[in-house]
């Protein structure tokens, strides 16, 4: 199972953030956009390390989960619940074996109409999640 796979699988077994968002934790694009809240993961940045003899089976991608939610408590809510799940966590997910996952930022966000009528809170954060590919 890739990394993404075992990550959202992780998440949907978490009780405190399927309560909140039921089944709706997506990988790189929403399938359902009109019921909130739902979370979005998506690959940031997977550089692969190299030494003289080829790659090394260690990983380290940044991947990205967008809490999406009407209300900027809501998405906190959700984001707290991906923080508490994620952040400093070391072990197997689906076979992947985790040397620790690294929250290393977060941003909110606020988009807006263009009559300046809020649609969608956002809450991104960026984990730094370093495992062994093999």
Do not use: C, H
């Not at 075992?6 to 009780?15: F, H, I, K, R, W």
């Not at 993961?41 to 003899?53: F, M």
């Amino acid at each position: 199972m890739e990394i993404e796979e075992s990550l959202v699988t992780y998440l949907l077994n978490q009780t405190a953030l399927t309560a909140l968002v039921d089944r709706r934790i997506y990988y790189d694009y929403a399938q359902q956009k009109d019921k909130y809240p739902y979370i979005v993961g998506l690959n940031i940045s997977d550089v692969k390390e190299q030494t003289l003899s080829g790659i090394l089976t260690m990983e380290s991608p940044i991947i990205q989960f967008t809490a999406y939610a009407e209300t900027r408590a809501s998405a906190q809510l959700v984001a707290n619940q991906i923080k508490a799940a994620l952040t400093d966590y070391q072990g197997t997910l689906s076979g992947v074996v985790v040397q620790y996952i690294k929250l290393i930022n977060e941003f909110k966000t606020t988009d807006q109409t263009g009559e300046g009528v809020i649609e969608i809170n956002t809450i991104d954060q960026e984990y730094e999640i370093n495992f062994d590919k093999e």
